[in-house]
Structure formats: C-alpha cells, structure tokens
C-alpha cells in the first residue's frame, strides 16, 4: 500500500474516518506509534488547526493535542476570541515517530514518504469539514499543505490561494515557543502567536460576512 487512499470510505464522515484510520498500516510508523491519532472537532467547525504529527502524550491518549503544546494552543485561542468549540484539529501524520533517548522518546521529523502516505487522510479531512479556514501549524505543516516554497518564518498569518479553503495560512507550531530558550523568549513568541491568531480570526470573520 503507497498511500491510505484504499482505506478512505466512498461516504467520510469524521466519525467513519477516525474508525477507518485506526487500523491504518499504509507506512511503518504503525510499528512504532501506540495508535492512529486522528483529527477531532465537529464537522460544523469552521476553522482546521493542522500539525505535523502527534507527540508523546497524544499518542498515549490517542487523541491531538492535548499535551503541554494543546494547551498553549488552547490558550492562544482564547485570547485571539477564536471558539475553540468550532476549531477542527489535527495532523498531516497521523501516527507518532520517535526515537529513543535514554527512557524518553523524542520526536523525529516525518519523511516525505510518511507524510504522502498519510495524505489522503487529510485530504479527506478537509472534504468532510470544508473549512473556512485552514491554518498550519510549524513549517512541515504548512510545506505539506501548501507546498514546499512556503516559508513560516517570512510568510507567517499572510494568506495563499489555495483549492482547499477561502482562507489557507500558517503560523508556528505552539511546541516552537515551549522550546525556547528563556522565559522572555517563550512570552515574545507566544505574543507572535497571539497577534498572528487575531490576524486570522478577522479575516475570517470577513469571509463570513
């Protein structure tokens, strides 16, 4: 299998989706990851939240951030006015790859081949939800969504022309700002985050106008 699109019901729903991926084998991350940790929210949402994959503690729980990197998310979103009840949130991969540091397991980027592979999962995603907007979280999110050329760091909470939504952007992932350095770092780039959230909420509340 090179990809998950045999496994993709003919007539997704969210709930069809999650129980189809559960058994997902279409690349070897299956082998390490605990389970499938697919996206979650209602198919009502209006805003789609994409990572680029689980960590320790969502594969665990088996559901998207909810770790330490969810709740600075969570919080991020409360602060920009953004419902979190009508936020979508999930993963270009959906299994967690890791390797071993001592008792720890630490996060290893995906391939490009891993991320192809999970693909059609979140194309269908997107079907289901049609968001009105879908904004990446870290660059190998947003390299996936809108391809390779995008850059977070110069092209952060500006919007691209995209099939896949009215609205398509990016912004770091929430883990970037837990990694840095000081305190004073980690509150800067946790205001960026904040200020990029408020930038995409008006935006999107114009399209719903």
Known sequence: MKDASPLVPSRPTVKKLQVA????????????????????????????????????????????????????????????????????????????KWEPRGKRRIHKKPNAAEINACRPWLEAEIQVIKPRAIVCLGSTAAQAVSGPKFRVSTQRATFVKSPLAPLVTATVHPSSILRAPTDEARHVEYAKLVDDLRRIKRAIDEVGT
């Not at 929210?41 to 805003?47: C, L, R, Y």
């Not at 969502?58 to 009508?86: C, H, M, S």
């Open 21 to 96: 991926a559960a058994g997902c084998q279409a690349c070897d991350l299956w082998k390490t990851g605990t389970q499938t940790v697919f996206g979650e929210g209602t198919q009502a949402s209006t805003v789609m939240f994409i990572g680029e994959q689980p960590g320790d503690r969502e594969d665990l729980a088996g559901r998207p951030f909810v770790g330490p990197a969810g709740a600075l998310l969570d919080r991020a979103l409360v602060e920009a006015g953004i419902d979190r009840t009508k936020v979508y949130v999930t993963n270009v991969v959906k299994h967690f």
